[in-house]
Structures are given as C-alpha cells and as structure tokens.
C-alpha cells in the first residue's frame, strides 16, 4: 500500500541552526500538509500546500520557516534558525482530494540542542 | 474558533471488554470528522470517515458513530494489540488543516 516517506526518523541540531526535514507524499496526491506533536500534546497543523503554493499557515509557520516542492515527489520543511522550542515529532501529510482523508508519514524527531 | 474535544484522556480495558470512546467538536458546517490510530514513535494512522449524522463505519473490532455533535469510536472485545492512542480531527473551513483532539490512550491488558 503507498505510504507517505519521511527523513531522517530523528534529526539532533544546535540552536541556530538550519534544518531540512524531508518528505516524499503518496504519489499520486495533490494536498500536502506538514504537522507537528511536542512531545505529550496534541498534533498542530503548520501549514498546507497546493498547487504549488501555500494555502494555509498557522501562527506558528512564522518567517524562520518555509515549504518547498522542488520536484515531482519531494516536499521539504526548512527552519532556518532553530530555537529549543521547535524541538518536536513533525509529520508529512498528503491526500489526493479535497474530501478524502490525509495520510501521514511516520514523522521526524527534531530534537534542538 | 473549531475545536475538538476527547474523552477519556486514558482508558485501561481488560482483553474482550468492551468500551466507547468519545469526541465532541465545534466545527462550524462539518465536513467530515476522521479517527486516526496513533502508535508509539508512529504517525497517525488513517481508520474512519464519517461525512453526516447516523453515519456508521466498521472495521474489525472497531465502529464509528457519527450524531451531530459527537463522535463515538466502540471498541468490542479489544484485544491487547489494539493498545493505541485514538485520535479524532475535524477539517476546517475548506478542506485545509485539520484540527485534532488530543487523543485517548487505550491499554488493554490480556
């Protein structure tokens, strides 16, 4: 069955540091969506992708954060200076329609130092 | 501001007794409420779709129920791998983010 891929499964970065999290969605999907879970919370929308571009951010995808799909089969989440609170388990997310379920990847443990 | 709500935060079961889950939302015009299995270290983990009230979905040991407040996922005679979080989202306006409960914590012991 497809699944939706992430990488790395756990990403250890100093404070201030640029990090790239990796997705690769089911593939023929066209909504794409990446959450996160601190740890003993609930599961946080960030922000949603369509059409190659951004429908939707929540407060927390603020300026140090940005989403990209640079080819075909790849969408990536990049914070570019890391702050101890960003450490987190964040999911990919994609579905194929705008009714039909999301489905999530396994997550990556982001853990900031 | 949409919202959704889960109850209890922990549930412990002994293996073949049943129980029932239960979310309540505030999501204004509904489009779909969805159960998701959450492992440890996992993703969530797809299972239901409910569109409208009176909607009934099934699968193995698990139902999902629909009315036009709340949701209800019943657990018949659980079995110890079913030992997961159950978490319930709500779409918001326009089919974008979903807005997930916090989940309960099942643990059914043999």
């Known amino acids: ?11 250890v970065t100093q404070m201030g540091q640029e990090v790239i999290l990796r997705c690769v969605p089911i ?23 369509y059409n190659n571009e951004i429908s939707e951010k929540s407060e927390i995808f603020d ?6 799909r640079p080819d075909g089969s790849n969408f990536t989440l990049k914070i570019r200076s890391t702050k101890l609170e960003d450490s987190a388990m964040y999911f990919c997310a994609s579905k194929s329609g705008s009714n039909q379920p999301q489905h999530f990847g396994d997550g990556t443990r982001l853990s900031i130092l | 501001e949409d919202q959704v709500t889960q ?3 922990a549930l412990r079961l002994q293996e073949g007794e049943s129980s029932s889950l239960n ?5 204004s015009g509904l489009r779909g409420l969805f159960w998701y299995r959450q492992d440890p ?14 909607e009934e979905k099934e699968k193995e040991r698990l139902k999902a129920t629909l009315t036009k407040k709340e949701s209800f996922l019943h657990i018949t005679a659980p079995k110890p791998e079913d030992s997961a979080t159950y978490l319930c989202a709500a779409p918001s306006t326009g089919f974008q983010k979903l807005v997930f409960g916090t989940g309960t914590r099942l643990l059914v012991s043999p």
Do not use: M
Not at chain 2, 23 to 27: L, Q
Not at chain 2, 45 to 50: D, N, P, Q, S, Y
């Open chain 1, 1 to 11: 069955e497809p699944e939706v891929t992430q990488t790395p499964s756990h990403q």
């Open chain 1, 27 to 49: 593939s023929n999907h066209l909504y794409f969506y990446w959450y996160r879970q601190i740890l003993g919370q609930k599961v946080e929308f960030l922000v949603s992708f």
């Open chain 1, 63 to 68: 300026d140090q954060f940005s989403v990209e």
């Open chain 2, 7 to 9: 109850s209890p935060e």
């Open chain 2, 23 to 27: 979310c309540s939302y505030t999501v």
């Open chain 2, 41 to 54: 270290g996992k993703g969530p983990e797809f299972l239901f779709t409910l569109y409208s009230a009176g």
